[in-house]
Nanobody
Framework: QVQLAESGGGLVQPGGSLTLSCEAS????????MGWYRQAPGKSREMVATITSTRTSVYADFVRGRFTISRPYADDNAVYLQMNSLEPDDTAVYYC?????????WGPGTQVTVSS
């Protein structure tokens, strides 16, 4: 089972951009899905975007074309989330997750705060 580590969170003004990174340690075999989820204070964790090992991506409706998930073929263990036009409602802890046929694993999360 791999372990995940996120980075790239921080404080950004409304309208700004951030790129989150997630790297999985160890080897990943077979079909899998990596994704980004978020949890705001007092709210349930929700899916932001996912991308499969065959590079099919899915986005939550609230992304509205502002975010882009990517997973380079040169590094199958990495997944990125480019976030543009950030809004205060995007403030949350962002988690990386990997789902394989055998297990799922979560990263510890990275805080994103959108505030002026």
């Amino acid at each position: 089972q791999v372990q995940l580590a996120e980075s790239g969170g921080g404080l950004v003004q409304p309208g700004g951009s951030l790129t989150l990174s997630c790297e999985a340690s160890g080897s990943i075999f077979g079909f899998n899905v990596m994704g980004w989820y978020r949890q705001a204070p007092g709210k349930s964790r929700e899916m932001v975007a996912t991308i499969t090992s065959t590079r099919t991506s899915v986005y939550a409706d609230f992304v509205r074309g502002r975010f882009t998930i990517s997973r380079p073929y040169a590094d199958d263990n990495a997944v990125y989330l480019q976030m543009n036009s950030l809004e205060p409602d995007d403030t949350a802890v962002y988690y990386c997750k990997i789902q394989t046929r055998e297990y799922e694993s979560w990263g510890p999360g990275t805080q994103v705060t959108v505030s002026s």
